[in-house]
């Protein structure tokens, strides 16, 4: 059986390949972070200013009822 060279634990080896991308690219992880806290913020706003078409007494919005679909109404009536 053939002896297998021994190989550092996986912690240590991505800790180097992580090591040796932060110090080829510098500005990829403040990148991503301000990117990320960014849309967060935008997020934030639009959801704050959004105002909603929706005439619901309790906020709850549910599917139309049975009988009660005022275009299927218009599409069906027959002018007599």
């Not at 040796?20 to 967060?40: E, H, I, Q």
């Not at 997020?43 to 049975?66: C, D, E, L, M, N």
Request: cysteine-free; glycine content about 4%.
């Amino acid at each position: 059986m053939a002896h297998r060279p021994h190989r550092p634990p996986i912690h240590q080896r991505v800790a180097k390949v992580v090591s040796r991308f932060t110090d080829r690219y510098p500005f990829v992880g403040p990148m991503v972070w301000m990117s990320a806290t960014l849309l967060f913020i935008v997020r934030v706003f639009v959801a704050y200013s959004w105002h909603s078409r929706a005439v619901t007494p309790k906020g709850i919005v549910s599917g139309p009822q049975r009988g009660s679909d005022p275009i299927r109404k218009t599409l069906t009536h027959r002018v007599k």
